[in-house]
């Protein structure tokens, strides 16, 4: 039990004064970055970043991993009150819990989802408390070639698995890592696509551009829309709570099957928002009474609620063991990582047994004190909605160019945010996603770090990534990956004419 | 139970629903694959300038970005000719004259702060931008709009420059205060 023991040193690690309020910190600022239109999990971690720069980067990581949770708990508040999902894992949320708020039975509905977010996070941080070590140990022996193959699978996931149309989902990515790769080559020393500018020298940075992606842009996106809103209130008595408590363990096959579900997404890239529609669609179908689903049921709130947090919290898996986020979320937590001068990736575990540990024991105190804290809270955030979208969106804007400028201290950026707002305006619109370009982004450089010392290594010989067992499956699944929508069309027109002919009607 | 109050928020300048459409997402779309051709090829030109074949140590500086920006270009070309060959897909509109109104209400008056950042300092455009914004586009009374703004000013103030010495630019009036 060698994990259980680091994680006893790192609540050690936390249990200080400081780092409880800096969660408690981190909790508040993030369920209001999640109650508020037009802000969401990404977007809050991006525009309360700079507020961290100064801190030690386990205190830092604290308060950006509470504020995650407190967006991710946020956002159940507004689907279920308000019938407006947060972000887009939250809307399978929106079909059973705001049917339940006309009812009347808006705490009930709230304390499922919060109850149920709290159960699919705590199966995703014991999967990350039991596996990363070991991943990460693995991890250890990889060299270069192995590391550009696992980045190289990242990348193939994104386009074979993801929703969007295929050209799109390449574009987004290329142009994510072409941007990686201007300015100083860290290589040859030679400058890359900077056409003379010198404030392109520093290269284009990751947080800036993510700070324009979902901050700007996602303000201009929600000017768009008509901004009323009308609402339900509640607060979560205890003679609720007790009787939701109580009814729990008749799901537990819907919980059990949601956190499976979620965590297995999280882990895969690209897969975070399909994990709530997937537990939302399988609770239905495996349902005695699939009918009653979409009407107020609160197994529909059970599913995707447990599944999205699941998976929000695995996504933070392969970014601890492998370097490799999850999600939008996770890589701009990694980006974050970048900034306080740790590289994430299997050696973490080695060199910073404290930072990591005391990272996962906030994940489980998190959201224990996260719970409590929704559930008693609720009245105070609902009533968030009330002030005026006027007085929140210049208020996000100056928090966004602020972010924006702490990072290396350059008006540029600034300049650089606004332009970035703009494109992923355009992009969100034209349906390019902007999930593929940010991860492109944070890990461009390492990845050309790797293939080119997999090449410096082999002679310049391509063969190099099939070279041994682990990294030849690793790039053959890859490439399984890429084509996976091709061929799994293949097998399927293959299995139709072996099977025999449907029934019609 | 759980008691039951309406939270309710008026919104005094929404757009209209049937606003006319500016332009359709076709169009939109065709002008974003050209324009990412365009960069495509311009970054894969650099790319190759600075050398994108194999030096004695492996591959050049320019060799990763360039078939990077092929792939880009290519993408971007083979979505230009499906949009343009498949002519019934997005003919929904990009955004209607009313939307349009309303977004360029946000990104003018984010124009000029970062314009008046670099004059006047962050907190002094950050005061403007809020209260302006409050007053002229919420329809929220001035002096409402004036003391929220000075108040988020000046907490921004005292959390990055005082509490956690993440120094933002500034102008003549903080160099009035000593700052």
Known sequence: MEAFSLLVHGFAVLLTWKTLALMMVGLVLGIFVGVLPGLGGPNGVAILLPLTFTMDPTSAIVMLSCIYWGALFGGAITSILFNIPGEAWSVATTFDGYPMAQQGRAAEALTAAFTSSFIGSLFAVLLITFLAPGIASFALQFGPPEFFAVYLLTFCSFVGLGREAKHKTIISMALGLLLAGVGMDTVSGQLRMTFGFSDLLRGINFLVAVIGLFGISEILLTMEERLALRGHSARISLHVLWNVWKDLPRYWVTLLRSSAIGAWLGITPGGAIAASFMGYNLAKRFSKDPESFGKGRIEGVFAPETAAHASGTAALLPMLALGIPGSGTAAILLGGLMVWGLNPGPLLFVEHKDFVWGLIASMYLGNIVGLVMVLTTVPVFAAVLRVPFAAIAPMIVVSCAIGAYAIQNAMFDIWLMLLFGVVGYIFKKVGIPLAPFTLALVLGSRAEDAFRLAMIGSGGDLRVFWSNGLVGSITTLAFILLFWPVISKAFGRVSELLQPAKRTG | ?179
């Open chain 2, 1 to 179: 139970m759980s008691s039951e109050t309406e939270i309710a928020v008026e919104d005094p300048t929404a757009p209209a629903e049937d606003s006319p459409p500016v332009t359709s997402t076709r169009v939109v779309e065709i002008a974003v694959y050209l324009v990412l051709a365009a960069l495509a090829l311009l970054l894969a030109f650099d790319n190759w300038r600075t050398g994108m074949g194999w030096a004695s140590d492996g591959p050049q500086a320019g060799y990763f970005p360039f078939y990077l920006s092929i792939i880009l270009a290519g993408a971007s070309l083979y979505g230009l000719g499906r949009t343009i060959l498949n002519s019934s897909e997005g003919r929904e509109a990009f955004v209607t004259r009313d939307q349009l109104r309303r977004v360029m209400q946000v990104f003018v008056p984010t124009f000029l702060f970062c314009l008046f950042t670099q004059w006047l300092g962050l907190y002094v455009a950050s005061f403007l931008l809020i209260a302006g914004f409050m007053w002229m586009v919420g329809r929220i009374a001035l002096w409402k709009s004036l003391l929220t703004s000075f108040v988020f000013s000046m907490i921004m103030f005292v959390t990055f420059d005082i509490a956690f010495d993440v120094i933002m630019p500034k102008g003549p009036l903080e160099a009035l205060f000593g700052h």
